[in-house]
C-alpha cells in the first residue's frame, strides 16, 4: 500500500509503500475511493493550535506520535475482514465515520465517542485516509452512502458532520430565521447546503473573500456579507432588520468572534466550531444583557452521521462545491488551502493504483 505520511510536525507528507497490514479481531482493511482535504489536517501537520496570548496547544504534550497518515473524510471499498468481522462486508463501500473514542468512558457509553477524552479519531490519533488503504477498527463505524457519488459523500465525516451537529444545536431556530454563518469555506458552503435539505429559513453569509462569497451565493446562500468592505455593518442591519438570531462561526478567530457577538441579537445563539485560533474579547456584561447562548460543537457523533448521510441519500443536500485532486497532489492542495486558495471542498481520489 502506499500512503502519505506526516514524519515530523512542520513538514510536509511524504510518500512511502509497505506490506498491506494485517487484520485481527473486528478489524477491517479498507481500500480509499476518496478522502477530504480538511483544515484540521493543517492544525495536525503543524502540530498545534493557537490559543491566543502567543501560547499554543500542542499535538505532541497530548500524546500523539507520529508518524502518521493524516486525511479523515474518507469513503471506502472494504477489501479484507479481521476473524470477527463478518466475510459478508468485503465489496461494502461506505463512508467512514473517523471521530472513534475509546469505548469505555461516560461519552463514548453515551454514543458522543467525538467527546472522548482519549481519542483515536482515524487520521490523526490512528492513520487515515491519505492512502491507498487504512484499517477501520469496526463495522460499526460504516455508513451507508446509498448511490451518491464517492467525492461528494466523503466531506460529510466532517465538514458535512461538523456543520450539521452545529445546525441541530440551533434547534427549531433555523425554521424561523435566517442563519448567519461565518466563514464562505468548505463548512459555511456545506451550511449552505444542510439547512437548505432541512427547509431552514435561508442562509446569509459571511467573509472576507468576495470569490468566496460569490461561491456561496452560487450555493444557495440568500445574501452575503463581505465583511473586510467599508459600510459592512449598514449592509447587515439592511439584510438583518431584527437582529441575527442565529451565528454559527466556522472560522473562530479574533476578527470572527467578534463580528458574530456584535451582531448577534437579544436573546441570540453562537455556535462556535472554527478552529482558526487566538482569542476573543467579548465584553462580558453584554453577554447576561443581550443573553447570548455560546456553545461549542466539534464534529459529530455516530448517529448525527447516520441522519446526516440519510438526509444526503434523499438527494436533499445540494453540495456541488466538490473539487477533485489527485491523492498525489495532496501537499499542494493543502499549501493552497493553507494560503485560503481552495474554494469549496477539495478531495483526492487515487491516482496510483
Ligand atoms: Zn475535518
Ligand atoms: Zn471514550
Redesign the pocket.
Known sequence: MKAFQLLRFGDALVQREWELPALTGTQLLVQVLAAGVCHTDLHVKEGSFDIGDGHSLHFASRGLQLPKVLGHEVVAKVVAVGTDAPSTLVGTTALIYPWI?????P??SAGR?NL???PAFLGTWRDGGYATHMVVPHWRYLVDIGDVDVEKAAPMACSGLTMYSAIKKLGSRILESPVLIIGAGGLGLMGVAIIRALGGAGVVIADIDQCKLDAAEAAGAMATLNVGVDGWRSRAATIFPTGVASVIDCVGNTATSAVAFELVGKGGNIVLVGLFGGKSAWPLPLIALKAVTIQGSYVGNLGELHELMALVRSGAVKSDFVTQFPLGKVNSVLEELAKGRIVGRAVLTPDCC
Open positions: 473514542g475509546c469505548g469505555n468512558c461519552a463514548c465517542e472522548c477524552a482519549t
